[in-house]
């Protein structure tokens, strides 16, 4: 019965998904991202003879998140195919020619006769799940025919129906996983209590990840012309409600910094509804030139996706967004392995590095525009305090490095035993 509800709900999600496309952007991309999916698929298949590592992510932050265990298993593995199946839209338009991978697809709906077509074309040795995104046929399908598949960076909370009496098939859908790689104990010791002891606290990736972005971080000469010798402020992943708070905190501290916006939404309405609020002392990053005058210009929008993790280090100070809302916050850590001081929304209960960071001494938890008014006051006066944060947030990002290692032994064991 459990199994009949999920496939009518499914089913019934997919026809809503198509019923607002007209009037929803991702919608549309979704939808139009399945047409002749099938046919890519079976091109694929026709194209290699080689067997895949597949690797599932729903969109751009797991992709990041997984990509130094991709990294790590193409480099050992050179003879498979490294394949990445998205289900966000956002996530796939931005990597789907991405270097790294043999080939990207969206994956197509949830069926039965989908999961079983694309186990065919793909042919993987192994597959892999990033964080969530659970879809009972694809996992069903992938434990029949004895595929390893690995859940990495899981993190669970015991609020969710996994581990409620009414549960049973959401932990019918864990109990696919071969093994599972927790990001902290408290995930393991849920698992445990129902039952899934085929498990290890790895920790979370996304730090190996963050890491090696501040390795391998590109010079942007624009952002460097904009900053000059300025106190720099990073709006990162913004919504609305932050765009707000600093335009009332920029109008009390107008001559004490500059901000970059980096908004979750780059659509043209968003985009424009930053540009009005601050006029004529704010210009769009795609306007940019060598030879532009940022005399005058406070504010710069960075109006496309993929810069982020780069402007990051030419901040002092970060702002994330998605702090005001359910399960919204967005990435601290890229921001904190720059070491620079980091404040979000109090909206965060989901997410364990944000306490990890507030611990450490290194994020605020702000409520208000006074909040980030007093907050921004204390580090443009204070460089040795600034000083002092960029050490622990160092600090910090180094003690939780080498999640990627535990988990690629783990997996290239079983892939050993094959």
Request: glycine share 6%.
């Amino acid at each position: 019965m459990n199994k009949i509800i999920y496939t009518l709900a499914t089913k019934a999600w997919f026809l809503l998904v198509k019923s607002v496309k007209p009037f929803n952007n991702r919608a549309r991309q979704l939808v139009e991202g399945q047409k002749g999916l099938l046919e890519k698929y079976e091109a694929y298949r026709k194209s290699t003879s080689k067997r895949s590592l597949w690797f599932h992510v729903s969109s751009l932050g797991e992709f990041e998140q997984g990509r130094p265990i991709m990294e790590a298993l193409k480099k050992e593995y050179p003879d498979r195919n490294l394949v990445v199946t998205f289900f966000s839209p956002s996530g796939y338009e931005l990597k789907k020619n991405d270097p790294l991978c043999d080939a990207v697809f969206y994956l197509p709906f949830e069926s039965k006769y989908n999961a079983k077509f694309v186990l065919t074309c793909l042919n993987p040795e192994i597959a892999v799940w990033i964080k969530y995104d659970f879809w009972y046929y694809y996992l069903r399908v992938l434990h029949k025919y004895k595929i390893p598949v690995f859940l990495c960076a899981a993190q669970f909370r015991k609020s969710q129906a996994f581990f409620k009496p009414y549960g049973r098939f959401q932990r019918k859908i864990l109990k696919q996983f071969n093994y599972i790689f927790c990001q902290n104990q408290t995930t393991k010791n849920l698992l445990d209590s129902i039952g899934l002891t085929k498990s290890m606290v790895t920790g979370d990736n996304r730090y190996d990840r963050v890491y090696q972005t501040l390795q391998e971080a590109e010079t942007l000469p624009l952002i460097e012309k904009f900053k000059g010798t300025d106190f720099l402020l990073i709006a990162g992943s913004s919504y609305e409600r932050e765009e707000r708070i600093l335009e009332g905190v920029f109008a009390k501290l107008f001559c004490s910094f500059k901000i970059i916006f980096a908004p979750h939404f780059v659509d043209q309405a968003h985009i424009q509804s930053i540009e009005k609020r601050f006029g004529n002392i704010s210009i769009l990053y795609s306007q940019c030139s060598n030879e532009t005058d940022f005399t005058g210009k406070k504010i710069l929008i960075i109006d496309s996706i993929g810069l982020l993790a780069n402007v990051y280090r030419y901040g002092n100070a970060a702002f994330i967004g998605g702090g005001f809302k359910h399960n919204g916050l967005h990435n601290t850590l890229e921001a904190a392995t720059f070491g620079m001081p980091i404040c979000f929304g109090p909206v965060v209960k989901r997410f364990p590095e944000a306490y990890d960071l507030i611990n450490a001494g290194v994020a605020t938890i702000v409520n208000d525009k006074n909040d980030v008014l007093n907050w921004l006051q204390k580090l443009v006066c204070d460089k040795i305090y600034c000083e002092e944060i960029a050490i622990k947030s160092r600090a910090f990002i180094s003690v939780h490095l080498g999640a990627t290692k535990k988990v690629v032994e783990s997996i290239k064991a079983a892939i050993g035993n094959r």
